[in-house]
């Protein structure tokens, strides 16, 4: 079946650091990969995915290739804020009979400190 | 205009009781789902309905029974709340294939 393997948390950083919280898959097929950011108290939001081999998500200065070789899709950021604080989860879309399910990692609990 | 909401936000009862929650989208989707997150923040799925049609299930105890009156509704009845029930209940939409947006989630406190 499929899976997910993330980096485990919780990881605390300084400002302006750089980030990688890395992501490894199991899949049959040809997953979607994605990001997902949950802020404290809230539901996850999307934070960037990519549907194919070499693509490259990125949304508010976030970045993950989706590498087939390696089958990872590590998450990086030139330079956290505090703001940035939160936990990261690292997802996969398989299909499961004629529907797309999502696999979750563990998810990473990130803390920038100021 | 959120996209995916649910009520209610919190939610504390005591064991042996049902409860319901309400996920309603906007977003024009044809596929809800129903996610379990536990203590350790870990996400699993529990349901899925296409236009109505359950074809998702998982491993889920027959307690928990998802209901979907129609394409922008799926409701999760629980009966005979028990303490591992415990937990945050997202409610999710997408088009088939296609990005999943998740609601704001429900935190199930069973005492």
């Known amino acids: 079946g499929n899976s997910v393997t993330q980096m485990e948390g919780p990881v605390t950083l300084s400002e302006e650091a750089f980030l990688t919280i890395n992501c490894t898959y199991t899949?049959?097929?040809?997953?979607?990969l994605f990001w997902y950011v949950q802020y404290p108290g809230e539901g996850l939001q999307l934070l960037l995915k990519a549907t194919k081999a070499d693509d490259k998500g990125s949304n508010k200065g976030f970045e993950a290739t989706y590498r087939k070789e390696t089958t990872s899709f590590h998450l990086e950021k030139g330079s956290v804020q505090v703001s940035d604080s939160a936990v990261y989860f690292c997802?996969?879309?398989?299909?499961?009979?004629?529907?797309?399910?999502?696999?979750f990692g563990s998810g990473t609990q990130l803390t920038v400190l100021p | 205009d959120t996209a995916v909401s649910q009520t209610p936000k919190y939610l504390v009862t005591q064991m042996g009781n049902d409860k319901s929650i309400k996920c309603e989208q906007n977003l024009g989707h044809d596929t809800m789902y129903w996610y379990k997150q536990d203590s350790k923040k870990f996400l699993k799925i529990m349901f899925s309905?296409?236009?109505?049609?359950?074809?998702i299930n998982e491993t889920v105890p027959n307690r928990f029974s998802p209901k979907s009156p129609d394409k922008a509704h799926l409701n999760l009845h629980i009966n005979s709340l028990e303490l591992g029930d415990s937990a945050v209940y997202f409610c999710?939409?997408?088009?088939?294939?296609?990005?999943?947006?998740f609601g704001p989630g429900t935190r199930l406190t069973v005492l």
């Open positions: 997802a996969l879309s398989g299909l499961r009979g004629s529907a797309r399910q999502l696999t």
């Open positions: 899949a049959t097929g040809y997953p979607s």
């Open positions: 309905y296409n236009n109505k049609e359950l074809i």
């Open positions: 999710a939409s997408s088009r088939v294939s296609d990005t999943q947006y």
